[in-house]
């Protein structure tokens, strides 16, 4: 099929192994695999031959042939192989299930990336290598990690991320440290599902480019940081709170007792039931640039 340009094979539950002939599919320009639970590789000459492919999707593999021959690749959803990519835009890794590391990958000659989303791998442990040399990346969403982790995965930060999304589980009590050091770029954060955190820290104040703050499903938070803290974020122009009954509670507008630390704020927004769709969809911000 030498003309085939676009190929979907979707909810096949029994496809365990890969049918031939892809290699001659010479025209392809877009492959999606998706929720083919027991197709966990493709043959190694597989996508030696599509040379023109330029959209890959492939969610539940445990490994993938080399990418090296797919020049023309712009964007890519799969667990590994990523390095020699360097055209890619947009990287999306999602619902790997059965994906624990990321460590041996190294993304740092992926200059052309601008928006990385790695999110909902309930076994994943360890995320990828070199992120901070990505002088492209602006948007960014992370989390929904293996649940067993006590803190979340040590990670890089390029200083100039713009959007950063991250995703919490039940037994994060704080968010990762590393975003602190995000002072002059970041201008939208979304905290999700951070069940155990109480309460923001104190280095918020730090984000001193913040113009949007959104905090989603975290039911246990109650604190905001310090009124002077808040009124550092002096570009903060819009708060969302929605699906955190127990600080929705203390930010009610005027009797709150958290109310005074965000009544600055031009645009304040309190939910207690949460407004945000289901995990694919909770990192994606495209509605927000």
């Not at 023109?52 to 990418?67: D, G, H, Q, R, W």
């Not at 006590?150 to 919490?168: H, K, R, W, Y």
């Not at 009954?245 to 965000?262: D, T």
């Amino acid at each position: 099929m030498p003309r085939l340009r676009k190929l979907k094979i979707k909810n096949c539950e029994k496809l365990s192994s890969w049918p031939s002939g892809l290699e001659y599919c010479t025209s392809l320009q877009e492959l999606h695999i998706q929720n083919c639970q027991n197709l966990r590789h493709l043959p190694v000459d597989a996508l030696q031959n599509p040379v023109s492919l330029e959209k890959l999707y492939c969610t539940n593999l445990e490994a993938i042939p080399s990418l090296d021959n797919l020049t023309s690749l712009r964007e890519l959803s799969i667990p590994r192989a990523l390095q020699s990519c360097t055209s890619l835009n947009s990287l999306t890794i999602s619902e790997c299930h059965h994906l624990i590391s990321l460590a041996d990958v190294d993304v740092s000659r992926l200059q052309s990336l601008s928006s990385l989303y790695i999110y909902n791998c309930r076994k994943l442990k360890y995320l990828p290598t070199g992120l901070r040399s990505l002088t492209s990346l602006k948007w960014m969403g992370i989390g929904k990690f293996w649940e067993e982790l006590d803190s979340f995965p040590a990670f890089e930060l390029p200083s100039q991320i713009q959007v950063l999304g991250i995703s919490g589980w039940p037994k994060l009590k704080s968010l990762p440290q590393e975003i602190q050091h995000l002072t002059t770029c970041l201008e939208i954060m979304i905290i999700d599902s951070f069940d155990s955190m109480e309460a923001l820290p104190e280095w918020l104040g730090n984000l001193s480019s913040l113009i949007r703050l959104n905090i989603w499903g975290c039911k246990n938070l109650m604190y905001l940081p310090t009124v002077e803290v808040m009124q550092c974020l002096t570009k903060l122009e819009t708060l969302e709170i929605s699906g955190c009954p127990r600080l929705a509670e203390r930010c009610a507008k005027e009797s709150g007792p958290e109310w005074h630390k965000i009544s600055h704020i031009r645009d304040v927004f309190v939910y207690e039931l949460e407004t945000s769709s289901d995990d694919s969809e909770s990192l994606n911000y495209s509605s927000f640039s």
